[in-house]
T-cell receptor, first 120, second 115 residues
Framework: GAVVSQHPSRVICKSGTSVKIECRSLDFQATTMFWYRQFPKQSLMLMATSNEGSKATYEQGVEKDKFLINHASLTLSTLTVTSAHPEDSSFYIC????????????????FGNGTRLTVT | AQTVTQSQPEMSVQEAETVTLSCTYDTSENNYYLFWYKQPPSRQMILVIRQEAYKQQNATENRFSVNFQKAAKSFSLKISDSQLGDTAMYFCAFMKHSSAGKSTFGDGTTLTVKP
């Protein structure tokens, strides 16, 4: 089955530094990936849609200069949290859908295992 | 725009019993997909079951089944013979047909299976 790998699973950084999170589709190509933020016991909040070879589409209220997204290949999207502050501490998840199989129009999202970011 | 509502923030069930999680949604679309995802304490999101809106037959996956009522815009999840490993947060999700995957999620229901 389709697998999405997210790295790192856990990161601690100092306030003011930048952190990069990677999301890879291991056995399928993903022209579109999604980045979410999740607070404890809450739902996934979509931050942005990452588009291969073009600019990401950010949801309302998400600072694009703060959360830089790059999707330079069909299997890799990165989210960089720039000048991180303690309020950026959260759980970040990526997902993608495998659209390669014509018989799988009902294919679900496949999720990375998440990154717990702690900014001190 | 679509909305997904899960009205039960928390539920509990005894092991081996049956539990139903509710989900309602609102959309003007006619072709779409509905999903239930599970997020256990590990926080890895896992697909539980999916339903195509054009199919009248309710989807089933082993102990998991749905009651899909298109006219009522309702999509409940029934878990039979609950197991301790079913303890997780469950999210109902809506996706438009032929979508790249952008989905609308409910707020989630935290299910605890008690021994």
């Amino acid at each position: 089955g389709a697998v999405v790998s997210q790295h790192p699973s856990r990161v601690i950084c100092k306030s003011g530094t930048s952190v990069k999170i990677e999301c890879r589709s291991l056995d399928f190509q993903a022209t579109t990936m999604f980045w979410y933020r999740q607070f404890p016991k809450q739902s996934l909040m979509l931050m942005a849609t990452s588009n291969e070879g073009s600019k990401a589409t950010y949801e309302q209220g998400v600072e694009k200069d703060k959360f830089l997204i790059n999707h330079a290949s069909l299997t890799l999207s990165t989210l960089t949290v720039t000048s991180a502050h303690p309020e950026d501490s959260s759980f970040y998840i990526c997902s993608a859908r495998d659209l390669g199989d014509p018989g799988q129009d009902n294919s679900p999202l496949h999720f990375g295992n998440g990154t717990r970011l702690t900014v001190t | 725009a679509q909305t997904v509502t899960q009205s039960q923030p928390e539920m509990s069930v005894q092991e081996a019993e049956t539990v139903t999680l509710s989900c309602t949604y609102d959309t003007s679309e006619n072709n779409y997909y509905l999903f239930w995802y599970k997020q256990p304490p590990s926080r890895q999101m896992i697909l539980v079951i999916r339903q195509e809106a054009y199919k009248q037959q309710n989807a089933t996956e082993n102990r998991f089944s749905v009651n899909f009522q298109k006219a009522a815009k309702s999509f409940s999840l029934k878990i039979s013979d609950s197991q301790l490993g079913d303890t997780a947060m469950y999210f109902c999700a809506f996706m438009k047909h032929s979508s790249a995957g952008k989905s609308t999620f409910g707020d989630g229901t935290t299910l605890t299976v008690k021994p």
